[in-house]
């Protein structure tokens, strides 16, 4: 097993995990985001589909664990390549020529990544502790209502929107940087892996950014 361990532990076997878990949390966003664009069906159907995980919590609760180590392991190693990579050159050159040989995006992942990190923890105390730990109104089983009330504050709305901007160009290089650590990264693929990796970030941003827009300036019902 002390191969495995010095594997995982080496400068590719962190790229790996990054790059693996990585992925696991493209395709969350995915689920994520189709359930939450049933706000657009109004209060029943949202409220239906949450309370229809409510009666599977143990399962819920099971792929909520898994998608924490998941979060876990890729900020963990996250840290452990930038680390590596800054011990390596404590001094920066004279010169540096960093902006010709990566781009902004690359340069900043470790810094998107905890601004994203410190937003992912604001917005699972707005909704999910909302969700399941004594909200009156969810007691009640009026979790629309609750989007409601969180969208209507000005301030989370906006600040909601530029972090969902923020993820967007971490998806953006993310996405690419995943496929290129798993050997995709040739003339023949890497050019349908970009525009793939443009149309994924540009739906993400645009499908989760839309819902707070939309309950701030353009709902009705409150």
Partial sequence: MGWIANALNS??????????????????????????????????????????????????????????????????????????????????????????????FSRTMIWSGSVIFIFLVVHLRTFWVSFNLGHPLAQSHNYYDIVVEAFSDPVYSLLYVAAIILLGFHLKHGFQSAFQTFGWNNNKYFPLIKKLGDIYTYIMVIGFASIPIYFLFFYGGN
């Fill in 11 to 104: 400068s590719i076997g962190k790229k790996f995990i990054m790059a693996l878990t990585g992925v696991c949390l493209l395709l969350f966003l995915i689920i994520h985001l189709i359930n939450n664009l049933t706000l657009y069906g109004g209060p029943e159907l949202f409220n239906a589909v949450v309370k229809n995980l409510e009666n599977i919590k143990p399962l819920v609760r099971v792929i909520e664990l898994i998608l924490v180590l998941i979060f876990v392991f890729h900020i963990y190693d996250a840290v452990r390549v930038w680390y590596g990579n800054k011990k390596a050159r404590p001094v920066n050159y004279k010169v540096s020529a960093s902006s010709e040989n990566s781009t902004l």
